[in-house]
């Protein structure tokens, strides 16, 4: 089992300097550090997995989609945008040196248009299908996440998540699923986690008001005996958002300070991580 920190904890906009991250992360203990493609291109993507390797740290990335490039549109035009500006994410975290690419990929975050969700549904699997090539050759595993009702109505369940990912027809894209967005829609999330054993691919943490894993009511232990029962071995990746008022964070409505410091909150999480999931695998 393998612990990581998104970076945008610290950060206050998509394009501020890792090293001062990186630095951190390693200091604390972290196997590795995620990392938003919204702010990494081409340019900068060779050089930042350097500085990640000489921390010490591993790379896994998010990115998300915009309506310009949504994979589920009706026009083949849109979805064609879609599926190159995938194509160009999927070859920016193999440059990072990174096996691990997920996020919000099936649908743009916040479009909704539940009447035709079914239709939709079929051509986001037949956009993100055509991915199997860039990412068989790239050596990179691509997670479909499940989010809650707020961000989409496309995957706001792991059983959404996973069936849309079982019917790209690639063994190369499997789901990423949060404690957040799963305390929101999951009755039970344990029971989610078992049902998607065959396409589990990367596990977001947080605490139910996006916070340090530990200090609130979701239930992290159960999620462990899950992971552990479906023989699990991946990421545990602790995605917070805690800060009122960051830019980066602008679009998940965080008015207030949800903790007081990042970094003791980072330090506060992998020590709880260590003791609750290190028996997993």
């Known amino acids: 089992m393998k612990f990581g920190i998104h970076a945008g904890l610290w950060m206050k ?7 001062p991250i990186f630095a951190t992360a390693a200091e604390i203990g972290f ?9 990494i291109g081409r340019d900068r993507a060779k050089a930042i997995g350097v500085l990640a390797a000489q921390y010490g740290l591993e790379l896994t990335c998010s990115t998300g989609l915009g309506p310009e490039a949504d994979p589920t549109s009706a026009d083949p035009v849109v979805r064609k945008t879609a599926e190159a500006v995938l194509t160009d994410a999927i070859e920016v975290t193999a440059l990072l040196g990174s096996k691990r690419l997920a996020g919000v990929v099936a649908a743009p975050w916040g479009v909704f248009d539940p009447l035709n969700k079914t239709a939709r549904a079929e051509r986001s699997a037949q956009t993100l299908g ?9 050596g990179v595993k691509l997670g479909i996440e499940a989010l809650n009702r707020f961000e989409s109505d496309m995957t706001s369940t792991a059983a959404e998540t996973c069936a849309l990912a079982r019917a790209t027809g690639s063994k190369h894209i499997g789901a990423l699923l949060d404690s957040f967005h799963m305390n929101i829609e999951e009755k039970a999330p344990s029971d989610a986690i ?3 054993k065959d396409t589990l691919c990367h596990y977001h943490v ?6 340090v894993p530990g200090s609130g009511h979701y239930d992290f232990p159960a999620d462990a005996a899950a992971l552990k029962e479906i ?3 991946g990421w545990v990746v602790a995605e917070m958002f805690i800060i009122a008022g960051n830019p980066a964070s602008r679009d998940l409505n ?10 003791r909150a980072a330090t506060q999480t992998l020590a709880y991580l260590r003791k609750v999931f290190s028996d997993v695998c």
């Open 13 to 19: 906009t998509w394009e501020d300097d890792l090293a």
């Open 31 to 39: 196997d590795g550090a995620e990392v938003s493609l919204l702010g």
């Open 130 to 138: 055509l991915l199997d090539g860039v990412l068989a050759y790239n």
């Open 194 to 196: 078992r049902a998607a």
């Open 206 to 211: 947080s605490e139910n008001d996006r916070g």
């Open 231 to 233: 023989g699990y071995t």
């Open 254 to 263: 965080i008015w207030r300070d949800i903790e007081p410091d990042p970094t």
